[in-house]
């Protein structure tokens, strides 16, 4: 069955930094890319971070360079999401999702919450 499971969020203080991580259960993890995505409420969720299946290539949105760093560690199956200088304007909840880089096919995790408040 496949399954991300996000961890790592919580309450941090303005400008503070958290690492998130995803761990996959149930499919081939390298041959998926990986993203990160945001949803605060009542917006729309949004691309934070994305990673190749290799992890060779990255890619950010323009307002999400600099502050965000997406990795992946395919021997544990696992990628992260190091963010610093957080701002209460990231708060949100953070999802990880993958795309088959052959098949296609999307998954998602339930997410985690990120609030940043002082």
């Known amino acids: 069955q496949v399954q991300l499971v996000e961890s790592g969020g919580g309450l941090v203080q303005p400008g503070g930094s958290l690492r998130l991580s995803c761990a996959a259960f149930?499919?081939?993890?390298?041959?998926?890319?990986m993203s990160w995505y945001r949803q605060a409420p009542g917006k729309e969720r949004e691309l934070v971070a994305r990673i190749s299946s290799t992890g060779g290539n990255t890619n950010y949105p323009d307002s999400m360079k600099g502050r965000f760093t997406i990795s992946r560690d395919n021997a544990k199956n696992t990628v992260y999401l190091q963010m610093n200088s957080l701002k209460p304007e990231d708060t949100a909840v953070y999802y990880c999702?993958?795309?088959?880089?052959?098949?296609?096919?999307?998954?998602w995790g339930q997410g985690t919450q990120v609030t940043v408040s002082s």
């Open positions: 149930g499919f081939t993890f390298s041959n998926y890319a």
């Open positions: 999702n993958a795309v088959g880089r052959y098949s296609g096919s999307s998954h």
